[in-house]
């Protein structure tokens, strides 16, 4: 990985490192039809409608939503190429599975 791609990663994973947007983010990516208003995320919060606003466009600055006005809401969606990427650079190349490695129960438990 690159010092330029590492800079892009980085800025996604501190977007993801605040847990309202990650509930945000995984509030639109699962909501029905592939979008959602921000008049149905707000109320899932126990935030001002200002302060949702700025979660979500920290997802948007990082590249993980896409979105658009319409009247008076905005309406969100996931944008799955930013995902896949994320994807992507957590799966273990083809033929990893037999490199050597520690398991959870290991690496976790007191020595003998």
Do not use: N
Request: proline letters at 6%; hydrophobic letters at 40%; one cysteine or more.
């Amino acid at each position: 990985m690159g010092g330029e791609e590492a800079v892009e990663l980085s800025r996604v994973f501190k977007a993801l490192g605040d847990p309202v947007r990650l509930r945000l983010l995984s509030m639109i990516a699962s909501h029905d039809g592939g979008e959602v208003c921000v008049c149905d995320l707000t109320p899932a919060f126990d935030l001002t409608q200002p302060t949702i606003s700025h979660h979500l466009k920290q997802l948007r600055q990082a590249g993980l939503i896409g979105s658009e006005r319409r009247g008076t809401w905005v309406y969100y969606w996931l944008l799955p190429e930013a995902t896949d990427r994320l994807a992507a650079l957590f799966t273990r190349p083809v033929g990893s599975a037999d490199a050597p490695h520690v398991q959870a129960a290991d690496a976790t438990e007191a020595p003998a």
